[in-house]
């Protein structure tokens, strides 16, 4: 891991396509990521060695994206201080319902905050790193300021045109 302020990690290659949706924010806001492919179940060593690698390095956030089962965001939060942010992923026969519950139904002392399915998941997990890291960038806060303040006229342009 590289010294990248957000560390995207998913569970398998199938859940990169979404999760690029997450990358791509963060690259909008120019906030620094390296992203993997790691699985909590499947290859549990390899997950404690990134993990341990992106602090080491100064990492501040996490971004766990799976689905099915959907422990990747609870073990990188049980192994972890930093925030941690899931994505459930719809890639099981339970249409993302499993995904889900795993990842919100976290125990006590282990929190995991937790986005919704599909690309506004995805999306708002980049959106919501980028405001944990920009509680100490004020040029960050800025551009995330800028954002909103975007997609607020956006919605009145939306409304006004509708209206007429």
Do not use: C
């Amino acid at each position: 891991m590289s010294n990248a302020q957000v560390a995207i990690f998913m569970g398998s290659k199938s859940d990169l396509p979404l999760m690029r949706e997450t990358a791509e924010l963060l690259k909008q806001f120019g906030v620094s990521y390296d992203m993997t492919i790691t699985s909590a179940h499947r290859t549990p060593d390899r997950t404690e060695k990134l993990i341990k690698a992106f602090e080491a390095n100064g990492g501040e956030v996490f971004i766990a994206g799976a689905g099915s089962a959907a422990h990747l965001a609870g073990v990188i939060a049980a192994r972890t201080i930093l925030p941690v942010i899931g994505v459930p992923i719809a890639s099981s026969p339970l249409q993302g319902w499993d995904a889900l519950l795993a990842t919100v139904q976290m125990p006590k002392g282990v929190p995991v905050a937790t986005m919704a399915m599909g690309k506004a998941g995805a999306k708002n997990a980049g959106v919501f790193a980028a405001q944990i890291i920009a509680r100490k960038d004020p040029k960050l806060a800025k551009q995330l300021i800028a954002y909103k303040e975007e997609m607020e006229k956006t919605v009145i342009a939306d409304a006004e045109q509708m209206e007429t």
